[in-house]
Every structure is written in structure tokens, then in C-alpha cells.
């Protein structure tokens, strides 16, 4: 896998994005989309994919972030049916209405790497990378081993009785979601697992 910069025309302005090609090469970039509600929402149904956060006026915001083909980024008819896709799937994960969900904003091509953390499994294989460069792929002889946040115990402050004095985002980041351990036979049970890898857990179970 590489990564790099190039001018391309997005919904038609020439733009400098970040393309990320696979070792067979095909060529993906980052979308990211923030979507609203307007009123204060129940939150308990969030995934660890989701960054949902809580705005002024009493508005909720929830921001995923996925790899899209160049193909699709480059034309602006297929990338508005994927951001209508994301936001069908997302009103389906939340059990909100279809159509609840008004799109605040969504970008592509970006190079930081500040969202990466909440991509899919397979979108984290393909990028080779989890937080600072850690090797995904079991089949890479750099594999270090699983995380904590792989396994089916990986939870977040709603995951435990509240009032609670757990922290929802990182303070350092507030971009970032705090994971704890919710498994009541591990030793982590409760603790920040964030930042752990593991190589070695009798309680580890992968989603």
C-alpha cells in the first residue's frame, strides 16, 4: 500500500487530495460524513465506528468515516448516493426514521489521518494502519497481534450504569472516543483501553 498527493477535479474544482492505492492497485480516498439531529438524541445505540457528540442549542451530531473508490469520489452524483447510503445505514444502526438525519458536512480526499480510528475493520486492513501506524493484517510478519479495541467487550462510558464518572471523548482530543473494557472476567474491566494492543488476553473475543 502508498499513499499520496494528487490534483483532482472534485464536483468541479481542481483539488489536492490524498490517495490511498492497494498493493493490487485500485485507489481509494477518505470520506468523511457529519451528520445532525436536531434535538438531543438516545445515544446507547452508537457504535464504536461513530462519533456522536453533543452541539450548542441541543443539537446532536455523529461522524463516520469510510474508503471510497477514486471512481466514486470523483464523480458527484455517485458520491451523493453514498452519502445518502451512510446516512440511510446510520438512521438503521440508531433506530431513527429514514430521512431524520440532516447531512451537516462531508469531505474527501483528506490526508490526516484524525477519523481513521473510526473506520471499519476492513477499511483498517486495507490502510495497514490502526492509530500510529500499527500493522492490521494477520498475514503481515509485522503483525504485533490483536487490540483491545477488536474485541467484543470494547465498549464506552454508556456502557456502564450512569451516572458514571467515565470519560465519553479523550480531553487531549476531543475527536477521539474513549474505549473501556466491559468484560467482568479481565482484569481491565472498567479501565481505559484506548491506546492498548494485546498480544496475549484470555478474554479477548473478535467482533
Known sequence: MKTYNKVMELSGVD?????????DGKEYMR??????WPSPQDLSKATRNMLVKKQS????????QKLTSVDVATNGELVGEEVKKILSSLEDTLGLDQGSLLCATWRIGMEK??????M???DLKLLHAFKSGRIMDPSDPHYAGPICCDCQYCGDKYSFPMPNGLLEVSPENPLLK??????????LYGEDITPLGLTECECFEEL
Do not use: N
Open 178 to 187: 474513549v474505549f473501556y473494557c466491559c468484560c467482568g472476567d479481565c482484569v
Open 15 to 23: 483539488s489536492i487530495v490524498t490517495v490511498i492505492q492497494s498493493d
Open 57 to 64: 442549542g441541543g443539537r446532536t451530531s455523529v461522524t463516520v
Open 120 to 122: 471499519t475493520k476492513e
Open 31 to 36: 470520506l468523511t460524513v457529519t451528520a445532525e
Open 113 to 118: 489521518t484524525t477519523y481513521d480510528f473510526l
